[in-house]
């Protein structure tokens, strides 16, 4: 055993391993508080705009915001992943100049696609909005607000770019200070004063080109300033072909995303009204704080995974995958666990127009279940250089989601939605995990993952008793999800503690008595 691999005496981890730990509990930790932040912000403008236009204006809005994402992903053309691991990849081989070629070559890539993209949007808005209005003036009220955001399209792929880049360098926190905190703070502030000055929609889709352009500029100064003076000096490679390689492929994988690419409210849009469509994004709206976690870790995940598959370290990289996939269901779990057996209770911030979205609630759920159960193993087949195969699956996720979509939409509306999203969702998050075990050889599951299981289970268990006993008015459920969270928290206590957290406790503990004066 040599010395690098012999145990830690403080939690009984290598000390390898209690590296990569540190390293994914820092990075996920500051991108939690971003996504926690980000979420915030964005829950509060969804209020805002159904305050002021109801449910109806905000499924309009929703269907503006949800194209414009997807122009942005096409735009992006997957030039912010191929920069990420060709960095990530870089440094490892202490390759100065594949650092600085990388960061080119994706800012250029990025530059030619999303103008490509604003064109389109520019001269076919029109054409794009006729399919999902009724008459001449809805589809040109909705070619306009097309227009009046295609901006956020280039804006959107540069700042991704620029983010993922500091990604490379194994840090979060300009990345989060960028994405998560300026740039949504700025879409805050100024669509509520736009809002209230009287500007409308228009103005809220104006803050989102607005918001991008401020954090373009903040995350250009951060990766200015994490180059190192050998980058910046260094000469160009000819990387244009491996990146268009990687990055073309990664780029139909981000798309067809189904949490990016949205296709339950473009389906929705194409058969019922905004009413429905806005009910699904307030469903939608709901999930987000039980995917913080998952969302909130790939992306100092994914360098990870590219750089311990680059040196060969297989073990490590599948020790890591285990413990991140517990984390995300310990978190993630006793959300959506609440989100299925009192739906009508969130759906109540909205108002009492919105209660017809708490079936759906319930319904996207148990979808999010197997989501973030799953653990992040879409990253771990695209980072170790297979976007193909994330690519054949989100093909074949999206063409399962518009079947499922034109088939259940106009017998059950946004039911019908809600129903086909979870089953696809869950299907394709499954066969990711088989595909990364046989292309890779490692899977996210441990004895360990029960513990989650086991504590979400008996939690539920006490919440369905405690209902049936005492009802369901809105006080008696608080008071119903208050005590299944310390019967959560008790189980886990008493299934003990594992080696990983016990060493970030004492990785907190010694840093905070090193503080004290």
């Not at 879409?187 to 918001?211: D, N």
């Not at 995940?301 to 297989?314: F, K, M, N, T």
């Amino acid at each position: 055993m040599t010395r690098t691999d012999k145990p830690r005496r403080d939690s009984g981890l290598s000390t390898e391993s209690a590296a990569d730990v540190r390293i994914v509990a820092k990075g996920g930790a500051i991108q939690i508080i971003g996504q926690i932040t980000q979420r915030s912000l964005s829950f509060l403008f969804t209020l805002v705009i159904e305050a002021f236009f109801q449910v109806g204006g905000f499924g309009l809005y929703r269907f503006v915001t949800q194209v414009l994402a997807i122009g942005g992903q096409l735009g992006l053309a997957g030039f912010n992943y191929a920069s990420m691991r060709f960095i990530a990849r870089a440094r490892a081989l202490d390759d100065p100049s594949g650092v600085r070629s990388a960061a080119r070559v994706g800012l250029l890539g990025s530059a030619v696609a999303s103008a490509v993209v604003l064109a389109v949007l520019l001269a076919g808005a029109g054409i794009i909005a006729q399919p999902f209005t009724s008459s001449p003036g809805d589809a040109g009220e909705l070619a306009f607000l097309l227009r009046v955001g295609a901006p956020y399209v280039p804006l959107f792929a540069f700042m991704q770019v620029l983010r993922y880049s500091t990604q490379a360098y194994k840090t979060m926190i300009p990345s989060v200070v960028v994405g998560n905190i300026i740039q949504p703070a700025m879409r805050f502030i100024l669509g509520v004063a736009l809002l209230v000055a009287g500007f409308g929609i228009t103005g809220a889709v104006t803050t989102l080109s607005i918001s991008m352009g401020i954090g373009v500029l903040a995350a250009a100064y951060y990766l200015r300033r994490m180059l190192s003076p050998a980058e910046r000096g260094a000469e160009r490679q000819p990387m244009l072909g491996p990146m268009v390689k990687f990055a073309l492929p990664q780029a139909g994988t981000s798309l067809l995303s189904l949490q990016a690419l949205g296709l339950g409210v473009i389906v929705l849009k194409l058969f019922e009204s905004n009413v429905q469509v806005g009910l699904f994004g307030i469903a939608l709206a709901l999930q987000g704080p039980g995917s913080v976690f998952l969302s909130g870790i790939v992306n100092i995940w994914a360098p990870v995974v590219s750089d311990l598959y680059e040196r060969g370290e297989i073990e490590r990289l599948g020790f890591l995958y285990k413990t991140i996939t517990r984390w995300g269901a310990t978190f993630s779990f006793p959300i959506f666990a609440a989100l299925v057996l009192f739906p009508e209770l969130f759906v109540a911030i909205f108002g009492s127009d919105a209660a017809g979205a708490a079936p759906l609630v319930a319904v996207l759920a148990a979808g999010s279940f197997l989501y973030t159960g799953t653990g992040p193993s879409g990253y771990v087949i695209s980072m170790t250089g297979r976007p193909g195969v994330n690519f054949v699956n989100s093909i074949v996720g999206v063409g399962s989601y518009i079947a499922l979509g034109l088939w259940l939409v106009p017998r059950y509306g946004a039911l019908g939605m809600a129903i086909g999203d979870a089953v696809v969702t869950g299907s394709v998050n499954v066969v990711r995990v088989i595909e990364a075990k046989v292309l890779v050889g490692v899977q996210p599951y441990g004895r360990s993952f029960l513990k989650p299981v086991s504590a979400t289970a008996a939690a539920a268990a006490v919440a369905v008793l405690w209902r049936a006993v005492f009802g369901d008015a809105v006080i008696i459920s608080v008071g119903g999800l208050a005590v299944a969270a310390a019967v959560y928290l008790g189980v886990l206590l008493l299934m003990g503690v594992d080696p990983e957290e016990r060493h970030i406790w004492e990785t907190i503990k010694t840093r905070m008595l090193r503080r004290r004066p």
